[in-house]
């Protein structure tokens, strides 16, 4: 039960860190796409091809950005979906541990009868004797 609590814990933890680099990375990627507006702004004739190759490379960097994050984004619904399974496998295993304590009791109950079946036993061998 502590390992499946750490587990979850666990996921949780990488889907919040998950997450975190994501708002990291999106904040950089504004960043990146308001400079690459600025630098298209800045363009005028006398050297348009090479800004435009560095926006060119500025998109290229951004492209590359936003993949990773989708990366990041895939890894944090893995995290999530590994959560869930592990919250299921809890819900299971306190059901099981609910039947576990309810067969217990029934053995100790049965037992408590055959002992007092056993007395009775005794009892009534002594008495035809």
């Not at 936003?66 to 990366?71: C, E, H, W, Y």
């Amino acid at each position: 039960m502590d390992m499946l609590s750490d587990a979850k814990n666990q996921a949780l933890s990488h889907a919040d860190d998950a997450i975190k680099i994501v708002e990291i990375h999106t904040e950089k990627v504004e960043f990146l796409f308001a400079e690459l507006c600025r630098v298209k702004a800045l363009l005028d004739s006398n050297n348009l091809i090479e800004k435009a190759k560095a926006a060119e490379t500025r998109t290229t960097e951004a492209e590359a950005l936003i993949q990773q994050l989708k990366q990041e984004v895939e890894k944090a619904n893995a995290a999530e979906t590994k959560m869930t399974e592990a919250e299921a496998m809890i819900i299971q295993l306190k059901q099981q541990l609910e039947e576990a304590k309810a067969a217990e009791m029934k053995i100790a109950e049965v037992e408590t009868l055959i002992e007092k079946l056993k007395e009775e036993l005794e009892k009534a061998k002594a008495t035809e004797r």
